[in-house]
C-alpha cells in the first residue's frame, strides 16, 4: 500500500509559477513510475507528465511541454512538478499517482496503469 499526499498548490498569476511535490509513504517508492495528472471543472482527468523509477525517462503533454518539468529524488520519497510561464488554462485539482512497474526506464500516459493516487491540490491560474 502507497499512500500520496500532494502539496503545493495555490492561486497564481499568469505567467507564474507553482511547484508541487508528492510524498509517498513507504519504502518502495523507487518501485514505481510516477505521473501527474489533472482535471479541470467540468471536464475529464487528462495526463500531465510521468517520470520513470530511476528518473531518467520522461514524458509530457503537448499543452505543457516546455513549460513544466517533473523530477523526482528516490531518497526522500518526493516527486516534483515544477510549472512555469502558467496559463489560466492550467487551472485544475492536480493528481499524483504511482504506477507499479518492473521496469526502472518505463511510465505511462494512461490513468488506468496507476495503482495509487493522491487526494489532489488546487491549482488556480488567474488571467
Known amino acids: 500500500q502507497v499512500q500520496l499526499v500532494e502539496s503545493g498548490g495555490g492561486l497564481v498569476q499568469d505567467g507564474g509559477s507553482l511547484r508541487l511535490s508528492c510524498v509517498a509513504s513507504?519504502?518502495?517508492?523507487?518501485?514505481?513510475?510516477m505521473g501527474w495528472f489533472r482535471q479541470a471543472p467540468g471536464k475529464e482527468r487528462e495526463f500531465v507528465t510521468a517520470?520513470?523509477?530511476?528518473?531518467?525517462?520522461?514524458a509530457y503533454a503537448d499543452s505543457v511541454k516546455g513549460r513544466f518539468t517533473i523530477s523526482r529524488d528516490n531518497a526522500k520519497n518526493t516527486v516534483y512538478l515544477q510549472m512555469n510561464s502558467l496559463k489560466p488554462e492550467d487551472t485544475a485539482v492536480y493528481y499524483c499517482?504511482?504506477?507499479?512497474?518492473?521496469?526502472?526506464?518505463?511510465?505511462?500516459?494512461?490513468?488506468?496503469?496507476?495503482?495509487?493516487w493522491g487526494q489532489g491540490t488546487q491549482v488556480t491560474v488567474s488571467s
Open positions: 499517482a504511482a504506477h507499479s512497474t518492473d521496469y526502472s526506464s518505463t511510465y505511462s500516459a494512461r490513468g488506468r496503469d496507476y495503482d495509487y
Open positions: 513507504g519504502r518502495t517508492f523507487s518501485r514505481y513510475a
Open positions: 517520470i520513470s523509477r530511476s528518473g531518467r525517462g520522461t
